[in-house]
C-alpha cells in the first residue's frame, strides 16, 4: 500500500474540503493515531505537501529529475512507515524529519559516487580486460599480507580511503597534510599494494 501511494505523489492534486486546513503535525497524529487501521486522506495529504520539497532538494544535490522523484519516493515510503508504527518521536518535527532522511540519502548516493570516483582514479579503464570475464576470487589473506608491509603511512592512507571511505580533505585533515600530498602517497601505496599482489600471484 504505501509504495502505491507514494508513486502516485505527482498525480493531479485531489484533497478532500478542509484538509488544507490540517497542518503537517496534525496530518501526522492523524496518521499515526489512526494505525494499524489506514488514513489514507492524511497520507495523501501529507505526501503531498512534503513531496516538492524533497523533490526539490533532490534535484538541486543530484542534478537529477528521475534521482529526485525516487529519492521523495523512498524519504515518503519511510516516513508513512514510521508514523503508522508510532515510532517518530515527535510529529511535530514530520517535515524536519523528511528532510533530514533526504539529507542523509543524498549524502550516501554523494559517498558512493566519490569512491566510485576514486576507484577510477586508482584501476583506470585501460587496466580492464577488454573481455568480460569471471572475476576470481580476492585473495583476502594474500592482500592482508600485503597491505601489511606497506609503509605505516601509506597504509593508513589507504585504509582511510577505501575503507572508512573518506575523502583525501578530510584524510589530509587528519595526518596533518595536504590533500595533494594525500593523494601522492595513496597513489604510491597502490603501486607497492598492486606490486606486493602481483609478485605473490608469480609465486603461488
Known sequence: MIPLLATRLYAPRMVR?????????????RITACAPAL????????????????????????????AARDLAQDVL???LEKLRGGTLRDPAQVA?????????RVLDVQRGERRRERLR???PADLLPAVE???EPLDTPRLKRCLAALPERERTVLVMTFYDERPADEVAADLGLTAG??????????ERLRGCMQAAEGTA
Not at 17 to 29: C, F, N, S, V
Open 121 to 123: 582514479e586508482a584501476f
Open 181 to 190: 600530498n594525500v593523494r601522492v602517497i595513496r597513489h604510491r601505496g597502490l
Open 77 to 79: 515510503v519511510l516516513l
Open 17 to 29: 474540503r478542509g484538509a488544507e486546513a490540517d497542518d503537517d503535525a496534525t496530518l501526522a497524529r
Open 39 to 66: 488514513d489514507t486522506s492524511a497520507e495523501a495529504e501529507l505526501c503531498r505537501r512534503l513531496a516538492p520539497r524533497i523533490r526539490l532538494y533532490g534535484l538541486k544535490h543530484l542534478r537529477s529529475e528521475s
Open 133 to 135: 570475464e569471471s572475476p
Open 96 to 104: 524536519s524529519f523528511a528532510l533530514g532522511t533526504a539529507r542523509q
